[in-house]
């Protein structure tokens, strides 16, 4: 029998809201423990101590699962069920004491993401999809109904017909300095396009701001699976385009997410600017 893709998302709830939860509660700033792609580019403590938590929830519940998660990576035999986790995606935010980071958790079935929660706690929002369900938001106060998920929920839209002109568009930054230098010239000529830019320092949730309407497009190069499983799943039930540029899927080389009017001005302008390339 298939997983049940809401009984996949109830417990992505679950984990994540006591993740996020892990994290919130931490006092002062954590003590950086390695770094990624560049000596900028930081792990926390804290970034390990919640995957650790996320994979000792989610395995106590499925313990034949397989996971992905951004600091332990792949483990786990090969399964039907795939978990894509983001332990604490906007880790220099939240170095910083910044509100914008978040809690990412993505169910994956045969390959197919079914299930995805966003859970951002300072800004006391958790946001959930299911594949063909819809997109919604909760407030962390509210309480579980019987399905294990928030029993109150505001359904998600996406902003249509928002022409690129209008259009208020998020998009973030590499840690490389070669990387950046390119990504510095394209936003430079995405900006006299459009109403204005936002960069908030977390990918996942800015796929949540657009599938919410507080943004009316995104596009990032350089983000990871685990940053985009979950928001991208969220965006698309909200109504947005998320895909690659040339009809390629979203992922490192770019992602990039709007209404479907919108998507194509965004695309055809990012892909005027040879945007995936590296100084």
Not at 4 to 11: E, I, Q, T
Not at 44 to 71: F, K, V, W, Y
Not at 186 to 213: E, H, M, T
Not at 227 to 244: P, T
Request: glycine share 12%; proline share 7%.
């Amino acid at each position: 029998m298939a997983p049940d893709p809401g009984a996949l998302l109830a417990l992505a709830c679950a984990v994540a809201r006591e993740a996020a939860g892990l994290l919130d509660a931490a006092h002062g700033r954590p003590a950086v423990v390695g770094t990624k792609t560049s000596p900028t580019d930081v792990v926390t403590e804290m970034d390990r101590a919640s995957e650790r938590l996320i994979r000792e929830r989610l395995l106590a519940q499925r313990p034949h699962d397989a996971i992905l998660g951004e600091e332990g990576g792949q483990t786990g035999p090969a399964a039907a069920v795939r978990w894509i986790v983001d332990p604490l995606d906007g880790t220099v935010n939240y170095l910083y004491g910044l509100p914008d980071w978040a809690v990412s958790i993505a169910a994956e079935v045969s390959g197919q993401v079914v299930a995805g929660v966003v859970c951002a706690p300072r800004r006391d929002a958790i946001y959930g999809a299911v594949r063909g369900g819809g997109a919604w938001r909760a407030s962390l106060s509210a309480a579980a109904g019987a399905d294990g998920l928030p029993a109150v929920r505001a359904p998600l839209a996406c902003n249509r017909n928002v022409p690129l002109a209008r259009a208020l568009i998020a998009t973030g930054f590499g840690y490389d300095p070669g990387r950046r230098r390119v990504q510095g010239q394209v936003v430079s000529a995405v900006l006299p396009r459009v109403r204005d830019i936002r960069r908030n320092g977390a990918c996942s949730v800015d796929l949540c701001a657009l599938a919410a309407g507080n943004v009316d497009g995104y596009y990032e190069r350089g983000v990871q699976y685990w940053d985009i499983a979950a928001g991208s799943l969220i965006a698309r039930e909200a109504g947005a385009v998320v895909a690659g540029l040339a009809g390629r899927p979203p992922g490192p080389s770019m992602t990039l997410g709007a209404g479907p009017g919108l998507f194509r001005e965004l695309h055809d302008l990012l892909a005027g600017l040879d945007p995936e390339r590296d100084a």
